[in-house]
């Protein structure tokens, strides 16, 4: 099994932590901690995927993300 990885978004709600993969268009979900919500668009992403190869759709392109610091 090979390893992939995708950018994903978390951000506070009122009551919980929603998070996102930008990539996989609708691919959201939650949680009550910042963990539980990642460990659970961790679960929501691979069952896209497994969807996508279900419906012999290509998986999305390998992202490559620097992260840079500048002084402001």
């Known amino acids: 099994m090979s390893k992939m990885k995708f950018r994903i978004v978390v951000e506070q709600d009122e009551d919980e932590y929603v998070a ?6 609708g691919c959201i979900s939650q949680g009550k901690t910042r963990e539980e919500a990642i460990d659970n668009i961790k679960d929501a992403i691979r069952g896209y995927l497994e969807s996508l190869k279900k419906h012999n759709e290509p998986a999305p392109p390998p992202i ?6 500048i002084n402001a």
């Open 20 to 25: 996102e993969c930008p990539s996989l268009p």
């Open 64 to 69: 490559y993300e620097e992260v840079v610091e």
